[in-house]
């Protein structure tokens, strides 16, 4: 059966993927499962996997993933509206720059 219609056939060649125009980490970032690992420390939970970002590997948990995955959907929101605000990183003195995350466990630390 044969479409009816027009097709551009006037495509531009694909350009090859460039993986610097991501950030520098982006090419270096990568999952590991390691499934079965005993809990590390005071944790409970086993080590589902490691996370390589920049050469550096990081063992966590399920929860920890969770929480990284939290963490980086706010840093993403707060880039995005401080991008539409206009916002410089560190507004208008605020002893946490606009653009910074933090964690409520890294924010309850200093009391």
Not at 7 to 30: C, D, E, L, R, V
Not at 50 to 73: M, P, R, W, Y
Request: net charge positive; proline share 7%; charged share 25%.
């Amino acid at each position: 059966m044969k479409h009816k219609g027009r097709f551009n056939t006037n495509k531009q060649p694909k350009s090859k993927f460039n993986p610097s125009k991501f950030g520098p980490t982006w090419a270096s970032i990568f999952w590991k499962g390691k499934p079965g690992l005993t809990p590390m420390g005071d944790a409970n939970q086993p080590v589902i996997g490691a996370l390589n970002i920049g050469g550096k590997e990081f063992d966590l948990t399920f929860s920890e993933c969770n929480k990284l995955i939290e963490t980086l959907v706010d840093a993403k929101e707060t880039a995005r509206v401080s991008k539409r605000l206009g916002t410089p990183a560190n507004a208008a003195g605020s002893p946490i720059g606009f653009m910074e995350v933090v964690s409520d466990m890294h924010q309850n630390k200093g009391r």
